[in-house]
């Protein structure tokens, strides 16, 4: 197994700053993943995130896989079912909604998905996730049946991951969704960070190198980012300090 948590925490404790590509198996051809992942692979990106609301099954298998002849980065699971596990993969995130009160996605997808884990030798890492109001309503929302904390009660959100963290979960994801209108605040990280001592993950809605570097500076560990690369892959260019790398060598500056 691969101690890909032990390796989160420890870039934590160092104060390096972790970027995610999350390839949703729905949205991903297998004709695509070559140049896609090349593209990964000459970022700053340090993880890759598999999953979706709405997966066929054994598609992501047959998906990870192929991501895995491509790149030598972890490869996590961010599974919206049961159906998303597969051994391919480095590590799972176990995510427990707690935003909501859907015993399904608080226990009930865990109890069910634990004879198919138990086959596996991923690294299970207990998650808590919580969805934040991002002015749409999300997949999230849809598939879980649950609603979003308020973005303004930031009281009570930063007492929900407390909560997490308290009944052991290892990371905490604070969720706008996926192309979200509004990504996650400064002040919300900010004060989820401060109350937290487990590494934090922040995704939804996240567009520019702006929004990330102020997730980044607000306290977040890891930010996830899907649909700017999906909509355009020069977006990877954006985000790497050298601007785009070049297959040409620079010319020498003639003195
Ligand atoms: C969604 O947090 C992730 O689960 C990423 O969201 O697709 O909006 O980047 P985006």
Partial sequence: MKPIYKDILASTLKGEKLLAVLIDPDKMTLDTVPSFIEKVNTSITTHIFVG?????????DVLVEKIKKY????????????????NKADAILFLSLISGSNPEYL?????????????TDLDVISTGYILIESGKKTAVERVTGTEPLSRTNIQHIVDTAKAGELLGMKLMYLEAGSGAKLSVSKDIILKVKK????????????????????????????????TAFEENNSFFDE?????????????????
């Fill in 107 to 119: 226990i009930g997808k865990h109890i069910a998905s634990i004879s198919k884990l138990k086959e």
């Fill in 195 to 226: 109350a937290l001592n487990i590494p934090l993950i922040v995704g939804g809605g996240i567009r520019s190198k702006e929004q990330l570097d102020n997730a980044y500076n607000a306290g977040a560990n890891l930010v996830v980012i899907g």
């Fill in 239 to 255: 985000l790497n300090p050298h601007g785009a790398l070049s297959i040409f060598p620079k010319k020498e500056k003639i003195k």
């Fill in 52 to 60: 979706g609301s709405t997966v066929d099954e054994n598609v992501t």
């Fill in 71 to 86: 790149t030598t980065l972890p490869v996590v699971l961010f599974p919206g079912d049961v159906t998303q596990i597969t």
